[in-house]
């Protein structure tokens, strides 16, 4: 197998966290939906050495904990207020977001995620304008790296409902600076 075709092996282990925390979520019949790097990676983006995203609702949050702690999960309620963390047996981390930048996670958000296969299992995946728009409003002062959502829209732009993205995100100003490097490199075909 070639080089560019083979996983790396720290990948592989947190393509297994993800697909043993989504298979609780069903089986427990808790609403969710891949979120962040795997998400985009499911969609076709480049593979990820991060951690594993989920979104579920505030209400239904402890009791993802709850479920994945039940599979040999670690959990952690970090002082942040917006997520918990389940570390599994190989220490990969994945996070259970239920309050993002863009607000309370809802059952009209995780409506519009879409089932997708990615490592063996059917998960409900975000679509890439909902990343990014998460994406660029969680950009701050201190924290103003836009690359990792310019080599999204780089690689996905054709997934991207551009106009929305740009409504969802008008009124921060750091969404802006990434709008204007997207027109000048001519990512969203305008």
Known sequence: MGTALRMSADFE???VAMRDAAAALRDAEIPFALAGSVAIYA???????????????PEDAERALEVLEERG???EKPPEGWLYKAFDTNGV?????FRPATGDVDDELL???EPVEVYAIVVPALP??????????????????????????????EQIDWDELRSRTEHSPYAQAFFAVVDGLNLNGS
């Not at 981390?93 to 977001?97: C, G, H, K, Q």
């Open 111 to 113: 409506a519009r995620a």
């Open 93 to 97: 981390m994945v996070d259970l977001i």
């Open 43 to 57: 969609r076709g983006g480049a593979d990820t050495r991060h951690d594993v995203d989920f979104l579920v609702k």
């Open 128 to 157: 890439v304008t909902d990343i990014l728009t998460g994406k660029l409003l969680a950009l701050r002062e201190h924290n103003l790296d836009l690359g990792p959502c310019l080599e999204i829209a780089r690689s996905l732009r």
């Open 73 to 75: 999960f670690r959990s």
């Open 13 to 15: 282990t947190m393509l």
